[in-house]
């Protein structure tokens, strides 16, 4: 199995996602990896650790995601594995609920996520988000 992180998703996958018919609640699994230190493109003077810039992002994000209908569900730090093999572990596991995927789309387009998004950028070195459905109807 081979695994990539990733910053953005290809225009394919993006619209596969989004082209789907099945909308309803649903969990985004998301897996940070954490660079060092934070790369902000427009202020290379900015010192600070990505995992620091990506705290930045992710507390005015829960806030969106509050405001979209959704809630995070959890977030927490990757302490150890005791099942399977990766080649490098993620740094942090975040669960966040959203209403649909039309809720999901409407935040990322939002000028309020434009403005927060570069300290995710910043942060991250790659993350993966799996959209995951309940099993009960």
């Not at 990539?4 to 099945?22: H, M, W």
């Not at 594995?81 to 975040?94: F, H, K, P, S, Y």
């Not at 990322?108 to 995951?132: F, K, Y």
């Amino acid at each position: 199995m081979e695994v990539t992180n990733a910053l953005y998703p290809p225009k394919e996958q993006f619209e596969e996602f989004f082209s789907t018919g099945d909308d309803g609640p649903y969990v985004m699994v998301n897996l940070l990896k954490f660079r060092e230190k934070a790369v902000y493109d427009d202020n290379p003077s900015i010192d600070i650790t990505g995992r620091e810039a990506y705290e930045i992002y992710g507390e005015a994000v829960s806030r969106l995601v509050e405001a979209g209908g959704g809630r995070i569900v959890f977030d927490g730090h990757v302490t150890g594995m005791i099942l399977g093999e990766v080649e490098e572990m993620w740094d942090m596991v975040a669960l966040a609920e959203y209403p649909s995927k039309a809720a999901f789309m409407e935040m990322m387009m939002s000028p309020e996520w434009a403005a927060i998004e570069r300290h995710r950028t910043a942060g991250l070195e790659g993350q993966l988000n799996i959209r995951t459905v309940s099993r009960k109807p």
